[in-house]
Nanobody, 127 residues
Framework: VQLAESGGGSVQAGGSLRLSCVVS????????????VTWFRQFLGKEREGVAA????????YYADSTKGRFTISQDKAKSTVFLQMNNLTPEDTAMYYC?????????????????WGQGTQVTVSS
């Protein structure tokens, strides 16, 4: 599958951004709903870390402790799009954000579980 992120940008601390991840290239809707789509972020010089995951079939969300309560993952299944609503942003949220898709994922926030990735979208939060 292919993934394309959008919605990044620059915002002041306390602000909000909504990222979008469009998923394409799957064989059918029945195939699409077997995926888990996850948002990761990568700080400069660090490994990618899972932020939030969504099981497409049941819309079940999973969050990293660092983002729980501020970030919300959701989807528009008809448009094969997964969103990440980010509120109350801080400069510590500044990173490149990626979405990834995988099937039969055990560790939903684990980067090694995924082999389909988007190109990323930059989020910069200024104080």
């Amino acid at each position: 599958v292919q993934l394309a992120e959008s919605g990044g940008g620059s915002v002041q601390a306390g602000g909000s951004l909504r990222l979008s991840c469009v998923v394409s290239g799957y064989r059918s809707n029945a195939d699409y709903v077997t995926f888990t789509v996850t948002w990761f972020r990568q700080f400069l010089g660090k490994e990618r870390e899972g932020v939030a995951a969504l099981e497409i079939r049941g819309s079940m969300p999973y969050y990293a402790d660092s983002t729980k309560g501020r970030f919300t993952i959701s989807q528009d299944k008809a448009k094969s799009t997964v969103f990440l609503q980010m509120n109350n942003l801080t400069p510590e949220d500044t990173a490149m954000y990626y979405c990834a898709a995988g099937r039969y994922v055990a560790d939903r926030l684990g980067r090694t579980e995924y082999n389909s990735w988007g190109q990323g979208t930059q989020v910069t939060v200024s104080s």
